[in-house]
């Protein structure tokens, strides 16, 4: 039997509910239909009453829930898509993310984000929006790539005493699986080595990992050996597994599906320079989605964000410079 | 004054109403004092930032805070500190909190009206108006799910605030879920300089609660009696399971926006109609009138007032303010997070 990344989310919340009494979900369609993507799917029949059908308000949806938070709940925020948190953007980074600041009192909630696009989901159902919120002190952001981490990572973000933006791929819900979920090996914070390689490191995150991974089989065959680190959480960043990599690599590609101004991929280039520019033997290089608003057609899209022939390409030239 | 000022929180039965409009007075009278004490010490260069004043609305304020019982919710806005004080609130918040002192609630990170005590149910506010509507109803959701089926959540706002999405969201959401939120708004007539006519265009705010599908009332803010009463019924009818009740109270602005502002964009006849009376005068000739305190008294709790303000305000601002060397700065209250926080 296996299971997908979208079946994992569903699993662990699940389990959030069924173990923990404070866990309750709220988001626009998810009792009965089950949500938008079926992440919530027969939950509200398992567990009445804790999964919640909300109105289209976004920063009444994430508000409420920095109130339930404060009174000791788990609240699980699911927005319909990551580019609709926007329209509650305003709890999320003013309110919520500054909250234990404040006053010392935790503000435990979980922001789910269904993130990144899909073939025909154009400029307005396909945002990475890990950048935006990593900005804002205060909050965590989880990018999970696999099918074990989608699980775990949902978890611990629950568990987690500060509010979690919960980056979940679209792109990876039904295509990702694995046979059976698994504890966490690392904690949520903490990079992931996806792939050994000698000849150049590449960062990346989320559905990015996967280009990232496909174009280094590409590149073994031209021997060129690839290491891939994930990142897996964007905030705080796990700066030490990066330049362990690089360390022994001294070549550093960033990929990431957000757009190419500011973001993940300049901090951690950034991050690198300042603390490992002694250990790069080339200048660092990043791969993002083009600087435009995202295009429905699925012609223009399918070069509108990072592919694993753009990588390959790029990792050829850093492998030659 | 405030330990036997809070033995009558909550109490609404009309024997009992003069003991209530004494205590709701008394509030009000130690919240002017307080402000004015602090309006001192921002032309004195004490305070750094700005000071926002509530004078014109303590009935309205006061009366909320009054009646409101322990183990509900409060989440007050800018002009709010006699409803703060009668809630709850140590006198000693407020300065330590316009000191940035580290002794303070915020430990000096944030100011002036931002402070609140989640844990004791009075949340902080930010500057982002309607934000905290949402913020108490998610609380109140968290109670019913936690079981309790007695507490009522209250939150205050003024006439600009209406105007955000934010508000108007949370009071949908609140009906939807049918909460015990109580939402007071001071209509004070003016949003810093808007006046209401650049703000709204229906008649008054309370009929947009049929809209919402709750229950709106309509009162003069100047008369602490009359909010009493209303507010009184409002806080009663949430308590028993009616939804989310709207209230709007008719006052006026006696104070610019902050100490900063002189108000000269203010219409003056406003100051010369009923609105534009001063709610603590009126409360003071009205207990004269019926006898329930005579003018020494009235004086002596004045006194008693100004006494505990001084007092306050003299032990915050001996003691020490924030230090950037003893700042923690870090935003994260789980542990192995705030340690990656400090690692890269």
């Known amino acids: 039997m296996s299971i997908t990344y979208l079946e994992a989310i569903r699993e662990a919340q699940r389990r959030a509910l069924r173990d923990d009494p404070r866990v309750y979900i709220y988001g626009q369609d998810i009792a009965t239909f089950g949500g938008a993507f079926k992440a919530t799917k027969n939950l509200a029949r398992e567990f009445p009453g804790r999964v919640i059908d909300a109105p289209i308000s976004e920063d009444a949806m994430v508000g409420s829930a920095i109130g339930a938070a404060i009174e000791g709940m788990r609240p699980i925020i699911e927005m319909q898509f990551a580019d609709f948190s926007s329209v509650g953007i305003n709890q999320i980074v003013n309110q919520a993310a500054t909250f234990f600041w404040r006053t010392q009192v935790a503000c435990p909630i979980t922001i789910r984000l269904p993130s990144g696009g899909n073939p025909g989901s154009g400029p307005f159902h396909s945002q990475n929006l890990e950048s935006l919120y990593a900005h804002f002190p205060g909050l965590v952001v989880m990018t999970p790539a696999t099918v074990e981490d989608a699980y775990s990572m949902l978890l611990e973000a629950i568990e987690i005493n500060d509010p979690v933006i919960y980056c979940e791929h679209k792109y990876l819900y039904n295509r990702l699986k694995t046979e059976a979920l698994t504890e966490a090996e690392l904690p949520p914070h903490k990079a992931r080595v996806a792939r050994r390689g000698r000849d150049l490191t590449i960062v990346a995150y989320s559905a990015m990992v996967h280009e990232s991974l496909a174009a280094a089989e590409q590149l073994q065959r031209e021997n060129i050996a690839v290491e891939i680190v994930d990142l897996r959480t964007v905030k705080p960043l796990d700066i030490d597994t990066v330049l362990a990599s690089v360390a022994h690599t001294s070549r550093l590609l960033c990929v990431g599906e957000s757009w ?32 435009t608003p995202i295009p429905f057609s699925p012609h223009l899209w399918s070069v509108h964000k990072p592919s694993s022939q753009v990588i390959a390409a790029a990792a050829r030239r850093l492998f030659d410079w | 004054m405030l330990d036997t000022l809070r033995e009558h929180r909550g109490e609404v039965a009309p024997s009992l109403f003069p003991d209530l409009y004494i205590t709701a007075f008394k509030w009000m ?3 002017r004092m307080v ?60 300065f330590r909190t316009h000191f940035g002192s580290r002794t303070g609630p915020t430990l000096g990170r944030d100011g002036n009206v931002h402070r609140g005590r989640p844990r004791e149910g009075q949340f902080p506010m930010i500057s982002h108006l309607g934000s905290l509507v949402s913020v108490v109803a998610g609380a109140l959701m968290a109670r019913r799910f936690k079981g309790d089926k007695t507490a009522v959540g209250a939150t205050t706002i003024g006439d600009g605030g209406t105007s955000t999405g934010a508000f108007h969201e949370a009071i949908n959401m609140a009906a939807i879920e049918k909460l015990p939120l109580v939402v007071v708004v001071s209509n004070n007539r003016y949003a810093y300089s808007t006046p209401n006519s650049r703000e709204f265009a229906c008649d008054d705010l309370a009929d947009r609660a049929r809209g919402y599908g709750i229950e709106g009332y309509s009162m003069d803010g100047t008369d602490l009696g009359e909010c009493l009463e209303v507010l009184g019924k409002a806080v009663e009818r949430a308590r028993s399971g009616c939804g989310p009740q709207l209230v709007v109270g008719h006052c006026l602005r006696l104070t610019g926006h902050a100490e900063h502002d002189d108000a000269f964009y203010m219409d003056k006849r406003l100051l010369d109609s009923p609105i534009g009376r001063d709610c603590l005068k009126v409360a003071e000739s009205f207990l004269r009138k019926q006898g329930w305190a005579s003018e020494t008294q009235i004086e002596n709790w004045r006194k008693l007032a100004k006494q505990q303000v001084e007092e306050s305000a003299a032990i915050a601002q001996c003691e020490p303010q924030a230090d950037p060397r003893e700042e923690n700065w870090c935003p994260y209250a789980t542990e192995s997070i705030a340690e990656a926080h400090f690692n890269r």
């Open chain 1, 260 to 291: 190419p101004w500011g973001g993940v991929n300049a901090e951690v280039i950034a991050s690198v320079a300042t603390h490992g520019f002694h250990l790069l033997d080339a200048p660092p290089q990043r791969i993002n989605s083009k600087d």
């Open chain 2, 29 to 31: 009278l130690l919240a």
């Open chain 2, 35 to 94: 402000e004015e004490k602090l309006g001192n010490l921002w032309r004195a260069g004490k305070i750094a930032g700005g000071v926002y004043l509530g004078k014109g609305q303590e009935a309205i304020s006061s009366a909320i805070g009054t009646l409101l019982k322990p183990g509900d919710l409060f989440g007050p806005l800018i002009r709010d500190q006699a409803g703060r004080l009668a809630f709850g609130e140590p006198m000693i918040d407020v």
